[in-house]
């Protein structure tokens, strides 16, 4: 009777069970949930603060590319078809199939806002294989939390790589955990995806995973049971033998990548030294507790039993190698063909992985402090040994941005910043010494959190601050030569393009320019460009046949109408009638109007008599150098290897400009074209503060003489 009476309550309770369930989940899902969208939301409106891209060339490229694929499915810049590059270009595409260019602008960075949160999902279903639902939410949120958060606003690919490297992480740790058919089938897919989205950097990610299998089935039955008979000879042989692979597979293999093969062979200690660099930003910007957990979970002895530990382990400790190597071989690389740079943002990729090695150790009952203190002792040394990078904003080490708040706000010395980061070391141990209270590991996760959404918001406000500067030198209506035209092509035709950026910013935002061109071969990628000659003395253009729109900058005046309001700052729009030609260029004159030792001007319109009015001035300067002495040389134009040359002198005279003073110099023209060539014997020297060395402002004008009657 007694067990007939307990099991009615039990079935009775049994019933119950489904109904309290489903509004117990529903729940239990309002508080992710709700941080899910408070997270989407930051990160939507520092999207929405974003007024102009300003990462060249990378946001114009992948622009082009993926407009390029909007319009004609094919992958382009400036017309010119290019291999395939990554899977983000499809992923915006969609975007500019908006009409309104600022429209589609802003649909992309929210596009990337989505897209670049999304990490917290694999991340959270990796964690949960590991540490309890709370930790496992934490983990997630700090994973979108971290400084490279700030690429979401701009157009990169790093977007679309964080979260599929998180993905990856998964499936593949999964996969090394079950070994199953269909596990196999996701991980293998999911590395084919990750080199599709970011090559060769993504070539990591099967690297990994091999080494990870490899470490594994040496440590599993079969390894040992191969091992089992062997002696200290036979280990030592295994040993030289895998090292004598490993150098043939990187003479037959490896040493064709350019990258891997200059920067291996030529450039080892750059390799050591910028690679260093590239940690301690990943270090700082992570809070440094998230890196010396990540490293202790590599060694958690009261979990070496569970499959599922040794497979978070290998694959950890892989990518750990493969993504450290690679940032430090592409640093070096860099550093010889482009910049040296602190490439942290090649290493962001680690950041979900420490951030749940962490949260395993402050789940676990001990850890090894020798481990705590060796790393420990590393990061210190990192911190004294190597230098920050303050440059504010610098889009290639997010993680330095909180150095640069101290430094820009609070006037800190690097002393003070070496210390500031010792102390928070300290912190982080005590952290790790009490993480078994509850309220230890809540508080260490919320310092964490403050620390690198700091560095985050810090990066993401200077970011903001460099393109509303860009923004400001801006038209108030940004896309002005795409209005004027009505979708015609437009090619760009300029010189001396010494900053290439207001050229960069007028083709984003105006999709009607198709090609970039220069009269003197300055004009910069991305893309294919050209050069237009000179073909005749009137200043005809070849290479120009068909372009029924040209938008001059830079001293370029073209013999064609102006188009109606067709005018901005340097840039005059143009439109066609008959062959292009030159009105009149300048050459070697500054924006500001200053000239240096020498500059010209060119006058191509036939056939005209008048006077050339040659500004002279230093009104601008009332230093003491010696007053500037010019030459002015005037003659007929002929062309030199399709350029403008002086070639019969006409006049020359000389004159002397004083610091401060003003003349205009009219020199008669009895018949264009006419070239002028002005030459200063002694400038005014080179400062701190301007490293050019000056002439004069200059001012060049041909005035037609008025006809008799």
């Not at 974003?50 to 060249?56: A, I």
């Not at 940032?327 to 490439?343: C, H, I, Q, R």
Request: hydrophobic share 50%; net charge positive; charged share 15%.
């Amino acid at each position: 009777m007694t067990d007939a009476t307990s099991a009615v309550p039990a079935r009775a309770a049994g019933a119950e069970t489904p109904a309290r369930r489903v509004p117990g989940r529903l729940f239990a899902v309002l508080p992710a949930a709700g941080i899910a969208f408070a997270a989407l939301t930051f990160y939507l409106v520092e999207a929405w603060t974003r007024k102009t891209p300003w990462v060249f060339t990378d946001e114009l490229e992948w622009s082009q590319i993926s407009r390029s694929i909007a319009s004609t499915g094919h992958a382009a810049r400036r017309g010119q078809p290019i291999f395939f590059k990554s899977l983000y270009a499809y992923v915006i595409a969609p975007a500019w199939w908006i009409h309104s260019t600022a429209t589609a602008y802003a649909a992309v960075k929210y596009v990337n806002a989505v897209v670049m949160s999304l990490a917290a999902v694999p991340t959270y279903l990796l964690a949960r294989m590991y540490v309890t639902r709370r930790a496992a939410v934490a983990v997630a949120v700090l994973s979108i939390a971290i400084p490279a958060m700030s690429y979401a606003a701009a157009i990169v690919p790093e977007v679309l790589a964080y979260p599929w490297y998180a993905t990856c992480s998964w499936l593949i740790v999964r996969c090394l955990e079950r070994r199953g058919r269909l596990d196999y089938v996701l991980a293998c897919g999911a590395c084919v995806v990750a080199g599709l989205i970011r090559w060769p950097q993504f070539a990591t990610v099967p690297a990994a995973f091999l080494i990870a299998l490899g470490a594994l089935w040496i440590i599993g039955p079969r390894g040992r049971a191969l091992r089992a008979g062997w002696s200290r000879r036979d280990h030592f042989a295994a040993i030289v033998l895998f090292a004598g692979v490993m150098i043939v597979f990187n003479r037959v293999i490896l040493q064709h990548e350019a990258i891997w093969q200059q920067s291996t062979q030529y450039w080892k200690n750059r390799m050591v030294d910028l690679g260093l660099e590239a940690g301690l930003a990943f270090t700082v910007g992570m809070g440094i507790l998230p890196v010396i957990g990540g490293f202790t979970s590599l060694f958690l002895r009261e979990r070496r039993g569970d499959p599922r530990y040794r497979a978070f382990v290998a694959y950890f400790a892989s990518s750990i190698l493969c993504v450290v190597l690679y940032t430090a071989v592409k640093a070096a690389y860099l550093s010889t063909v482009f910049a040296t740079l602190v490439e942290e943002r090649n290493m962001i990729y680690l950041s979900p992985l420490m951030l749940l090695g962490t949260a395993m150790v402050f789940e676990a009952r001990r850890i090894d402090w020798r481990v705590v203190v060796v790393v420990s002792l590393f990061v210190v040394w990192l911190v004294y040994a190597k230098s920050f990078q303050l440059l504010f904003p610098y889009f290639e080490a997010p993680g330095f941005a909180i150095l640069a708040v101290f430094t820009r706000h609070f006037a800190w010395t690097v002393e003070g910043l070496r210390l500031g980061l010792v102390l928070s070391l300290a912190v982080g141990l005590i952290a790790l010494r009490l993480r078994r209270l509850p309220a230890v590991a809540a508080a260490a996760a919320l310092l964490i959190g403050a620390w690198m959404l700091t560095s985050e918001i810090a990066s993401t406000v200077g970011s903001d601050n460099y393109a509303t500067q860009f923004r400001n030198n801006l038209p108030a209506q940004l896309d002005w030569i795409d209005a004027r035209v009505h979708g015609a092509p437009v090619t760009y035709l300029g010189q001396e393009i010494r900053d290439p950026n207001g050229l960069f910013l007028t083709e984003f935002w105006n999709r009607s320019i198709k090609h970039v061109d220069s009269l003197d071969g300055s004009a910069p990628g991305p893309g294919p460009t050209y050069a237009p000659n000179i073909i005749s003395t009137d200043g005809k253009l070849d290479g120009l046949d068909g372009v029924p729109y040209v938008v001059a900058d830079n001293g370029v005046t073209l013999q064609a109408p102006v188009v109606n309001g067709g005018r901005w700052n340097q840039l005059t729009l143009y439109r066609a009638h008959g062959p292009w030609r030159l009105l009149q260029a300048e050459q070697q004159v500054y924006s500001d109007g200053w000239a240096p030792e020498w500059s010209t001007f060119t006058y191509f319109k036939p056939g005209l008599r008048g006077t050339l009015e040659v500004t002279l001035s230093r009104t601008g300067y009332h230093g003491d150098a010696p007053a500037g002495r010019a030459v002015l040389t005037t003659g007929t134009v002929e062309l030199v290897n399709q350029q403008a040359r002086i070639g019969k002198i006409t006049d020359r005279r000389r004159a002397l400009v004083e610091n401060g003073s003003y003349q205009v110099v009219r020199i008669p023209v009895e018949r264009t074209p006419v070239r002028f060539v002005l030459t200063f014997r002694k400038t005014i020297p080179p400062t701190a503060s301007d490293p050019r060395g000056l002439g004069a402002q200059v001012g060049f004008k041909f005035v037609p003489a008025k006809r008799q009657g």
